[in-house]
């Protein structure tokens, strides 16, 4: 483990070529990890974090130290478009040119507008729940006048729009450097929430399905039931490490599914 600084993010080595780059805090509004791939001609990521300048620049203070701030990115896969995920992909964008961002299809909309994350967090009928608790200001942050991107912005954790290069897909696989990564669709979260597995290597990048902070599962992004499904699809994986994208890394697969 490289302790950058006790204040800032930590770059925790999984391996000679993989490394995690992991916030201050495990909890929202706080940035997911971020994994770099270390490939023969450059790095490939997987999630980006939060949009915020301080979360930017301690991703890019991150690959200077690691000595990869000179080296092209060739691929960034996105485990889904929620802002703690991909909102840093509007300044990096501005910054760097990556060869192929990947995404799975039923999380484009929201990438591509931003809004619609409110009918993925089913925000209307958190509102109509709410009717009845009382009348609130409209510009409050909660109640009646909530207004997701908003909330987002205002927890600099802002929301960036987005087209992917690369449709992702339950069953692809995706090749970087020594790694084999098979597709699966996890949703609950989010409809087109995807985790990350290799076989060989018996690894999984989880994503938000596992982890330290419990995330939201709203009906319109598959809800507890999708949430469970897919829980029981990544159990009959043959895993000895899971990578979550909030938390530390897990090394008894079947314990932390059973939680």
């Not at 001609?41 to 690959?63: K, P, Q, T, W, Y």
């Not at 205002?154 to 790694?179: F, N, V």
């Amino acid at each position: 483990m490289q302790d950058m600084d006790h204040q800032d993010s930590i770059i925790i080595s999984i391996a000679d070529d993989l490394k995690m780059i992991k916030p201050p805090s495990p909890y929202w509004p706080e940035s997911s990890n971020v994994y770099v791939f270390e490939e023969r001609d450059g790095i490939s990521l997987f999630d980006v974090g939060c949009g915020s300048n301080a979360a930017v620049e301690r991703l890019l203070d991150a690959f200077k130290y690691l000595n990869r701030d000179s080296k092209p990115i060739r691929k960034i896969i996105l485990s889904h478009a929620h802002p703690d995920h991909m909102g840093a992909m509007g300044i990096l964008l501005s910054e760097m040119t990556p060869e192929t961002v990947f995404l799975h299809e039923m999380d484009v909309p929201y990438a591509l507008d931003p809004e619609k994350l409110s009918l993925s967090f089913d925000i209307p009928l958190c509102k109509t729940r709410a009717g009845g608790m009382g009348t609130r200001n409209e510009t409050e942050k909660k109640g009646p006048g909530f207004d997701l991107i908003g909330y987002f912005r205002s927890l600099d954790c802002a929301m960036c729009r987005m087209k992917p290069d690369r449709i992702m897909l339950e069953g692809d696989t995706i090749q970087i450097g020594h790694y084999a990564l098979s597709v699966i669709h996890t949703p609950g979260h989010a409809p087109g929430h995807v985790s990350l597995y290799d076989k060989e290597k018996r690894l999984l990048l989880a994503g938000d399905i596992l982890g330290e902070m419990v995330a939201w599962y709203a009906p319109s992004s598959g809800g507890a039931d999708g949430y469970l499904n897919s829980l029981e699809k990544i159990s009959k994986l043959d895993i000895d490490l899971i990578l979550p994208s909030h938390g530390d890394t897990v090394v008894d697969a079947r314990a932390a599914i059973q939680e």
